[in-house]
């Protein structure tokens, strides 16, 4: 399936686990509950795709196009999703634990109620992008772009600062250019 025109597929619930969709185009196909868990989507355009409960465990999405893509409740543990774009992207409650962020474009996207325990996020552009209520716990920011984002409810125990700092409850992240007001969370797509 490398390099395949998939654009709007109906592949909810699918089983593609494994699978090599390397340079594939996904836009706005429909991956609601599918399983791409260990799939090869490196640089795969899934712009605008529904993807709420999708499992991509262990998936490698290095610099795929995620761009405004719908990934509410989204299963993206330990997934490869270096020099990926996420701008806009919604994964409100989505489950990133051990995933590799790093130099991704995450401008605007909404990570919600969202697990980034142990994410690496280094050197990625988090402006503006909306971390309410999420675990950054020991999560790496080091160089990562904070401006306006916002990080006032996240969980940020043990995080590495974009300076290089360990966080500390209590710390202020002034020197950051964060945003001191919560952004509304984008509801996840029905």
Known sequence: LSSEDLRRADLAGARCAGAN???AD????????A???????????LRKVYGRGVNMEGADLSEAD????????ARLVDAQLSGTRL???????????????SRSDARGA???????????????????????????????????????????????????????????????LDAYRVSRQPMPPMPPMP
């Open 21 to 23: 969709l390397t340079d």
């Open 26 to 33: 996904l836009r706005k196909a429909n991956l609601k509950d």
């Open 35 to 45: 399983d791409f868990s260990g799939a090869k989507l490196r640089n795969a355009d």
């Open 66 to 73: 995620l761009a405004k893509a719908e990934l509410s409740d």
């Open 87 to 101: 701008a806009k992207a919604n994964l409100h409650t989505a489950s990133l634990t051990g995933a590799d962020l």
């Open 110 to 172: 909404s990570f919600h109620k969202a697990d980034l325990t142990g994410v690496n996020l280094t050197n990625a552009d988090l402006r503006a992008a909306n971390f309410s209520d999420a675990s950054l716990v020991g999560a790496d920011l080091t160089g990562a772009d904070v401006r306006a984002a916002y990080l006032g409810d996240a969980d940020l125990t043990g995080a590495t600062l974009p300076d290089g700092q360990t966080y500390e409850p209590g710390m202020s």
